[in-house]
């Protein structure tokens, strides 16, 4: 996706803007960044990290064991897929924050999901493990490994199907 300094300017502003709760048209937004709409909301989502999107859907106190999956889930991975991820991309902030709110038992508004733009099915499949990766957490509790598999394993047959 090509970004401008212009669109790049434009972000932030808005970002600045939501962050303080100011108004802003955000179709004008578009049209000054340059960009069609659909890689502008793609550009502007993948700025939104944990702590945005903890205070964007009302989950803050989810914060700290979303990043505990986060971290978790970093040191799982062999060293050299470590240098290559990128946690903070949205598919990840998202289902570490949904995985969060799963474990402390929080309700949080389903758009959260929407807004990481993942299908949903790699999302659910990523949000599950991360909550695996919290089991031996005090405070989560999640499915047992076998469980997760064999379900994991039964859907992908179905989809093949």
């Avoid at 939501?18 to 108004?23: F, M």
């Avoid at 709409?37 to 903890?54: E, I, R």
């Avoid at 205070?55 to 060293?79: H, N």
């Avoid at 929080?106 to 999302?123: E, F, N, P, Q, T």
Wanted: hydrophobic content about 40%; proline content about 2%.
């Amino acid at each position: 996706m090509y970004r401008t300094g212009t669109s790049k300017a434009v972000i932030c502003l808005e970002l600045a803007a939501t962050s303080i709760k100011l108004p802003l048209d955000k179709e004008y937004d578009v049209k000054l960044s340059v960009l069609n709409k659909k890689p502008y909301q793609s550009t502007l989502k993948s700025h939104l990290g944990l702590g945005d999107l903890a205070v964007q859907f009302g989950c803050m106190d989810t914060i700290k064991v979303a990043t505990q999956i986060l971290e978790r889930y970093e040191v799982s991975l062999p060293a050299a897929q470590q240098k290559d991820v990128d946690l903070s991309k949205p598919l990840f902030t998202t289902a570490a924050l949904n995985s969060a709110c799963k474990c402390l038992k929080i309700k949080v508004d389903r758009k959260l999901l929407a807004s990481s733009g993942a299908k949903k099915g790699i999302l659910t499949g990523c949000r599950e493990y991360f909550v695996l990766s919290m089991k031996d957490s005090e405070e989560c509790a999640a499915q047992d490994y076998e469980e997760w598999k064999r379900r994991i394993l039964e859907n992908a047959l179905k989809a093949n199907a």
